[in-house]
C-alpha cells in the first residue's frame, strides 16, 4: 500500500512540474532600433575651424518597440552648447533629446538632417547619436572630427642696424619695430663692427626683455606644421631649450617663446643676408597660444 501511494505521489509530481513549464511563456528576441548616416564620409577624420558646419543625415528603423527619442553626445557628454550648434532639418534644436510624438510616422522609421557647429576649443572631437525606444532598448552611430583653433601670422624681423624702427618684433601683430620699443618681443642683435660689412651681420636673436619674455629653441625633429591648436602651442615650450640668445639662424629653425600666460612657436621660412646696407632680415611663420 505503501508503494502505491509512492509511485502515485510520483506521477502527480510530475504532473504538476509539466504542468508549469507549459505555462511559462516562450521568451522574446528584443530587437534594437537600428540607426544609420550618410554623407558622414564629408565629415568624419575631418580638420575644422571653430564654428565650422559639420552636415550629416540620419536614418533610423523600429526594432521591436516603437521609435521614442534621439539623443546628442560630444565626447561621452551631452552635446555642450547645444542651443546654440545643434540644427535639426534647418531649425535650432531646444535640446539634446528629440522625443518622437506619439502617433507619429517617425516612431517606426526616422529621417532627419542634422548640422552641427563646430566646437570653439580645438582638438579632438567625437559625436554620438543614439536612437532608442521606450523601454531603453538603442543603438548608436558617431564620427569624429579635429578643431584647429591655432591662429597664424607672418612677420618679418630686420636687422637692428639698419635704422631706428627696425630691430623689433612683435610677436601678436606680426609687425616689425624698433629693437628698444615696448611692443618688440624678440630682437635681432644687429652686427659685429669687427668684421667686414659684407660679412658682418650676426643673424641672431634674444628676447627684449627677459624678465617678461624667455626665448627658447626647439629640436629640428619637432614638427610645426602638426601644432594645431592653442593648447599644443602652450605645452611646446616644455619641450623647448631655454637660451638667453640665439646661435646663427637658419631657415627652418624652430623657436619658442613664453610672454606672461601667452606662448608663441616660431619657424624661420626665409633669412635674406645683404652685403653693403643692414637691410638682413629673417621671416617667421608665428603660431600664437592665445
Avoid at 157 to 186: K, M, R, S, V
Avoid at 229 to 237: C, D, E, G, L, N
Wanted: one cysteine or more; aromatic letters at 6%.
Amino acid at each position: 500500500m505503501v508503494n502505491k501511494l509512492l509511485f502515485i505521489f510520483s506521477i502527480l509530481g510530475l504532473l504538476f512540474i509539466t504542468a508549469c513549464e507549459e505555462d511559462e511563456p516562450a521568451p522574446i528576441d528584443i530587437v534594437n532600433p537600428s540607426i544609420s548616416l550618410t554623407d558622414v564620409g564629408n565629415v568624419d577624420g575631418t580638420i575644422v575651424l571653430p564654428g565650422d558646419t559639420l552636415r550629416v543625415s540620419i536614418q533610423g528603423m523600429a526594432g521591436t518597440n516603437e521609435l521614442e527619442h534621439v539623443r546628442f553626445f560630444e565626447n561621452g557628454e551631452r552635446l555642450p552648447n547645444f542651443a546654440t550648434r545643434l540644427f535639426v532639418n534647418d531649425s535650432l534644436s531646444p535640446t539634446t533629446q528629440l522625443n518622437i510624438a506619439p502617433g507619429s510616422s517617425n516612431r517606426q522609421q526616422l529621417d532627419i538632417d542634422i548640422r552641427i557647429l563646430a566646437a570653439e576649443l580645438g582638438g579632438n572631437r567625437e559625436v554620438e547619436i543614439e536612437l532608442a525606444d521606450g523601454d531603453g532598448n538603442a543603438s548608436r552611430v558617431s564620427f569624429s572630427y579635429f578643431v584647429r583653433d591655432v591662429t597664424m601670422v607672418e612677420g618679418v624681423l630686420i636687422n637692428a642696424e639698419q635704422a631706428d624702427t627696425t630691430g623689433g618684433l612683435n610677436l601678436t601683430t606680426g609687425q616689425g619695430t624698433g629693437d628698444d620699443d615696448n611692443d618688440a618681443d624678440i630682437k635681432d642683435l644687429g652686427i659685429d663692427t669687427n668684421l667686414p660689412d659684407a660679412e658682418n651681420w650676426n643673424q641672431s636673436i634674444a628676447a627684449t626683455d627677459t624678465s617678461e619674455v624667455t626665448l627658447a629653441v626647439l629640436p629640428s625633429s619637432f614638427d610645426f606644421d602638426g601644432v594645431l591648436t592653442k593648447a599644443r602651442v602652450q605645452s611646446s615650450f616644455d619641450e623647448a631649450e631655454v637660451i638667453f640668445e640665439s646661435e646663427k639662424v637658419e631657415i627652418g629653425d624652430i623657436f619658442a617663446v613664453q610672454r606672461g600666460d601667452e606662448a608663441f612657436l616660431l619657424l624661420v621660412t626665409d633669412v635674406t643676408v645683404t652685403t653693403n646696407d643692414n637691410s638682413d632680415s629673417y621671416t617667421f611663420s608665428i603660431k600664437q597660444g592665445q
